[in-house]
């Protein structure tokens, strides 16, 4: 079975940088795109940034310019560097990995979440 772990979440101060890590486990084929979303208890579920297989990254409105996804296809590992970071990027960072071929067919998957949270 498929598996997404997240790792590099804490506590930082305003202006501070965190670098999150997301490794898709199990028996993996392909992986079309992954991406990071995060979610506060005042907001619904918003996506960030994702990448495709080849690369191609977008990223939301409110974190352009301070994070950057980037992504090792032989590693099946999906990074986000958050820089610059405010108190409202204080939330629960998940991850996913859209269209995952492995021995059961093709799914989504998510990560557990890993809690970021910037002091003023």
């Known amino acids: 079975q498929v598996q997404l772990v997240e790792s590099g979440g804490g506590l930082v101060q305003s202006g501070g940088s965190l670098r999150l890590s997301c490794a898709a486990s199990?028996?993996?084929?392909?992986?079309?795109?992954m991406g990071w979303y995060r979610q506060t208890p005042r907001k619904e579920r918003e996506l960030l940034a994702a990448?495709?297989?080849?690369?191609?990254?977008n990223y939301a409105d409110s974190v352009k310019g301070r994070f950057i996804i980037s992504r090792d296809n032989a590693k099946n590992t999906v990074y986000l560097q958050m820089n610059s970071l405010k108190p409202e990027d204080t939330a629960v960072y998940y991850c996913?990995?859209?269209?995952?071929?492995?021995?059961?067919?093709?799914?989504?998957?998510w990560g557990q979440g890993t809690q970021v949270t910037v002091s003023s």
């Open positions: 199990g028996i993996i084929f392909s992986i079309n795109a």
């Open positions: 990448i495709t297989s080849g690369g191609s990254a």
């Open positions: 996913n990995a859209d269209q995952v071929a492995d021995i059961r067919g093709i799914s989504d998957y």
